[in-house]
């Protein structure tokens, strides 16, 4: 069992939205707690949204006020992580990665998902 899965990712002209959502499972699914990080072509790795297990969420400086991280739907198996992405403009192009656990101001956790490609482009 995958225990990080993102999707949605794709093409969106410059302005446009588009929703992530990460799939979190397995033994991890228990911290609850989630991040969203980004890695463009030549640049490095960073942190664009996290979600504490209260429910708490973070935001990097870049996308404060048009990014909306939240916990969706909640199974046995576990829950969903989804990213809201609004008025997204070029330079958000890079592939986006499911990350846990998650702990404001504190370096990435040691699960990754398989990314998924978002690309800003008219």
């Known amino acids: 069992q995958v225990p990080l899965v993102e999707s949605g990712g794709g093409l969106v002209q410059p302005g446009g939205s588009l929703r992530l959502s990460c799939v979190v499972s397995?033994?991890?699914?228990?911290?609850?707690?989630v991040a969203w990080y980004r890695q463009a072509p030549g640049k490095e790795r960073e942190l664009v949204a996290g979600l504490t297990a209260t429910n708490t969420a973070g935001y990097g400086h870049s996308v404060q006020g048009r990014f909306t991280i939240s916990r969706g739907d909640i199974k046995d198996a576990g829950y969903t992580v989804v990213m809201q992405m609004s008025a997204l403009k070029s330079p958000a192009t890079a592939v986006y990665y499911c990350n846990a656990p998650y702990h404001l101001a504190r370096p990435p956790g040691e699960t990754w998902g398989q990314g998924t490609q978002v690309t800003v482009s008219s």
């Open positions: 397995g033994s991890i699914a228990r911290v609850g707690s």
